[in-house]
């Protein structure tokens, strides 16, 4: 994965933090991530298509995604409530979106984003994109941005066919 993609999510995530609900961010030493199981018990989830492939992973634990979701909000909420999930898609869609402006390119979409809870789940990425894990502390607790992003290839773009 092309370095240049990271920095991006790194600046996002402590310009909404600290826009948002004036909540610091310090950033961690970046690294590889080598499994598909979900760094934490909360992961909200946004896919990214065009002349870029991957996914942006927002990753909390459930004490800390509740605590950003009260700050968020103003209110405190259930972690099973739908409200507290539209609130943590919310979070990674604005992260992934501020980000999304920094690549200043015209040919890339990112999805509506999804949010998974519970422990051990999984989180795929795109055959051949490697996992950038980026941890951040937060007076809230750790939140993880995992970064999977590649350029788009011809034969992405080609259409795909399904035999019947």
Do not use: W
Not at 19 to 27: A, S
Not at 31 to 45: E, L, P
Not at 79 to 97: K, P, Q, R, T, Y
């Amino acid at each position: 994965m092309d370095a240049s993609y990271i920095t991006p999510f790194m600046t996002s995530i402590q310009n909404v933090f600290s826009t948002m609900f004036q909540l610091p961010v310090d950033i961690g030493e970046p690294s590889i991530k080598t499994d598909n199981t979900a760094t934490h018990d909360v992961s909200g989830i946004i896919g990214v298509s065009g002349e870029m492939l991957g996914t942006i992973v927002l990753s909390m634990p459930k004490d800390a995604a509740l605590s950003i979701v009260t700050l968020f909000t103003g209110m405190e909420m259930e972690a099973d409530s739908e409200d507290f999930v539209d609130a943590v898609g919310e979070l990674v869609n604005m992260i992934s979106g501020n980000a999304k402006a920094e690549f200043q390119r015209k040919g890339v979409s990112i999805s509506c984003p999804s949010v998974v809870t519970g422990e051990n789940h999984r989180v795929s990425t795109p055959s051949g994109t490697a996992c950038v894990k980026i941890p951040c502390s937060t007076d809230c607790g750790e939140v993880v941005l995992e970064i999977a992003l590649r350029e788009a290839t011809a034969e992405d773009k080609e259409p795909q066919t399904r035999a019947a």
